[in-house]
T-cell receptor
Framework: NAGVTQTPKFQVLKTGQSMTLQCAQD?????MYWYRQDPGMGLRLIYY???????DKGEVPNGYNVSRLNKREFSLRLESAAPSQTSVYFC????????????FGPGTRLTVL | KNEVEQSPQNLTAQEGEFITINCSYSVGISALHWLQQHPGGGIVSLFMLSSGKKKHGRLIATINIQEKHSSLHITASHPRDSAVYICAVYLYSGGGADGLTFGKGTHLIIQP
């Protein structure tokens, strides 16, 4: 039972490059989330998915796209990376609601040069 | 203005001390979470509260809905408790962001 897994753990991109961050959970949770964490700031919600096939924008969605491929997987795509997207990205899941206990992945440290 | 304020931002204490970390929020909420972020970066959920008090081992979390305030206490603190403790709330006035709003965290160091 791996919980929430994320790949890759580290990534360095040049400005303008694209990449996809992968997230998967094996707890049969309905809701999944993508957050970013920046120094001196709290975690901020990028996108949220309440169920397979549905996604909603969070606080900071600009520059990102997401796909809820199935109940297990929720990917985050940067189409044209910018230095402002340098951050640590966390994926999380919860059984149903955001108010339920959230389980976090180990994070992806992304640097955009 | 951050709608979730934590204090103190940094706290250094000696092993065995009783620790209190505070969280205040500005609007009505339906739930409050306390999370722990390890030095290696991993985040673990400690408590979810909507009222009253919860206890797990040496950790105690309380919430006062009327005063819009929650506290996390650690009894008999130990160096392994060194971490960043994060308060997060689910706000009624979510502003379209259907998720948690997080405080900036309290960086706790327990010295042997």
């Amino acid at each position: 039972n791996a919980g929430v897994t994320q790949t890759p753990k580290f990534q360095v991109l040049k400005t303008g490059q694209s990449m996809t961050l992968q997230c998967a959970q094996d707890m049969n949770h309905n809701s999944m989330y993508w957050y970013r964490q920046d120094p001196g700031m709290g975690l901020r919600l990028i996108y949220y998915s309440a169920s397979e096939g549905t996604t909603d924008k969070g606080e900071v969605p600009n520059g990102y796209n997401v796909s809820r491929l199935n109940k297990r997987e929720f990917s985050l795509r940067l189409e044209s990376a910018a230095p402002s997207q340098t951050s640590v990205y966390f994926c999380a899941s919860s059984e149903f609601q955001p108010t339920d206990t959230q389980y976090f992945g180990p994070g992806t440290r992304l640097t955009v040069l | 203005k951050n709608e979730v304020e934590q204090s103190p931002q940094n706290l250094t204490a000696q092993e065995g001390e009783f620790i209190t970390i505070n969280c205040s929020y500005s609007v009505g909420i339906s739930a409050l979470h306390w999370l722990q972020q390890h030095p290696g970066g991993g985040i673990v959920s400690l408590f979810m509260l909507s009222s009253g008090k919860k206890k797990h081992g040496r950790l105690i979390a309380t919430i006062n809905i009327q005063e819009k305030h929650s506290s996390l206490h650690i009894t008999a603190s130990h160096p392994r408790d060194s971490a960043v403790y994060i308060c997060a709330v689910y706000l009624y006035s979510g502003g379209g962001a259907d998720g948690l709003t997080f405080g900036k965290g309290t960086h706790l160091i327990i010295q042997p």
